[in-house]
């Protein structure tokens, strides 16, 4: 019996649209740490219907632009996701991803929920940030640090 | 598509930072399990999944290819290179051994479970031995 939802699946996968999916592939391979699992190759013999790649215990598929099908956010002048992702060293991670071409959007500094943190956006136009989590935080104890950052940033 | 070990390969055996602690899923306990009796291609490890939960856990070809890849990629197993036959690219014609790694995660799995079990007959959950006519194999 097929289960409905495999089990190699978390219930969210990302799936991406990019302008030239084998080299995002070969970009997400040395920046990220991803693994390629498969790729279904086009009618043309060059673009890539579909892709599935592994990161960490997750999968996500990165699929090429089609015209009138799938738009990526390069023809979009920008992305309104940004896909986070939680590692043991958000340092380390930044830095190889910062190597290999990535644009800083926000340097990694330690944050008031517990995180050390940064964001960046990937040579394909998608946004990543990346964390480590260094303190855990009751609801209660989120909620004043959220409030003395907004008074110690003032209005605005 | 399937990839080679080859090219799985890490660049220079770099740490990988996006690479959390593994947790074991069900079908990867399932494949530790398996080839916990000796290599096996992925034929053989479906049918021994099959054989040992007395026919309620089967794997599909998705889920075993999926499962296998991810096994490679985390050092749990390792595949032996032996094409019985032109077919090679279908992942049930190659053979798979668990690496000392494998052994240890299904070890740690094991016993974790086992200590589980331990706690679930101790608060009545369950009763002192196996089910009555199942599990009769080791």
Partial sequence: MTSRVPESFHTITPHLVVNGVADAIAWYTKALGAHELLRNTGPDGTSIMHSELLLGDSRFFVVDEFPGATVSPTSLGGSPITLHLYVEDVDGLFQRAVDAGAQVLMPVADQFWGDRYGILTDPFGHRWSTASRIEDLSPKALQARAAAWVKERGPG | MVISSA??????????????????????????????????????????????????????????????????????????????????????????RLTAKGAAVARAEGQRLADLVEVARRRKLIGPGPRPGKGGRR
């Fill in chain 2, 7 to 96: 090219d799985r390969e890490r660049p220079g055996g770099e740490r990988q930072p996006a690479e959390a602690a593994q947790p074991v899923t069900p079908a990867v306990f399932h494949i530790l399990l398996a080839l916990a009796a000796g290599e096996s291609h992925g034929y053989g490890i479906m049918r021994d999944v099959e054989r040992i939960t007395q026919g309620t856990t089967r794997l599909g070809p998705g889920t075993l290819y999926r499962s296998i890849q991810r096994m490679l990629i985390d050092g749990l197993i390792e595949e032996l290179g032996i094409a019985l036959d032109d077919e090679s690219d279908d992942d049930r014609r190659r053979y798979y």
